[in-house]
């Protein structure tokens, strides 16, 4: 968007998940707003057993990470998000910067994606679930330079992919994201990596059902750029840089 448990998602923990817990997530259908939003294709017979969870964890963090903040909250929320059983998610994201930034010149804002799915085990007397990725980690940048920044995220998936060997069907889907804002400073590049919150329940979805929802990044401070970046599940300093000119 991500430990190895219902509801979580494929990439780093984040962090102390005791002060400061922001709003909770929401999640509401709004049909009126969304009624020119439709599906790209009719549901899967196994759709209804499927959950769509807007997982926790975000789609990876950054493993140099540190001075973690839980009293501040950005955040995102979004119109008309949906999500089709034959592969597609698609919702217009605006997220709300909270905390410290450095002083720079210029910044940039960039939203990354990640679809996990989780399966069941397949033995009944096997505990725990099976994770695999259904589409690789994405991302876009924001359609503006003034704030609020705003995201178009246009995202397929494979929603038949099998599970690992022993694994059941597909159980949960899990849609994680991370919030990356790239400052320009006089001595060079920062990265602030804000990844989806683990600290509160997540919303869910329904397929085809178009719907209003939001929740929390966890807020870290910016890093000047450095070697080492990028260096966990995701390379997004190469993402960014193969992307986009300033």
Known sequence: MIGCGRGASLGMSAGDASPGLPEAATSDGDPAACQNESSDASPRDAASSVRVILAAGGAFNEVTNSGYDGSVSPSWRARCF???????????????????????????DFLFSAVTGIYAAGNPEAT???????AAISGVASSTRDDP???????AFDPDAPGAV????????DIGFTWVRVYRT???????????TSRIAPPSLAFDQPASVGSSFD????ISDNPSLGGGDFDYPAWIRDHVTW
Do not use: K, N
């Not at 725990?128 to 259904?134: E, H, S």
């Not at 920044?149 to 995202?155: E, I, L």
């Not at 807020?219 to 910016?222: D, V």
């Open 82 to 108: 949906l999500v089709s059983p034959s592969g597609h998610i698609s919702a217009s994201v605006a997220t709300t910067f909270a905390g410290r930034a450095p002083s720079a010149d210029d910044h940039r």
């Open 128 to 134: 725990g679930v099976l994770l695999r990725r259904l």
């Open 149 to 155: 920044p705003v995201f178009a995220v246009d995202v």
């Open 166 to 173: 022993g694994s059941g069907p597909l159980d949960e889907i």
């Open 186 to 196: 006089a001595s060079g590049l920062a990265y602030q990596v804000l990844p989806g």
């Open 219 to 222: 807020y870290y401070p910016a």
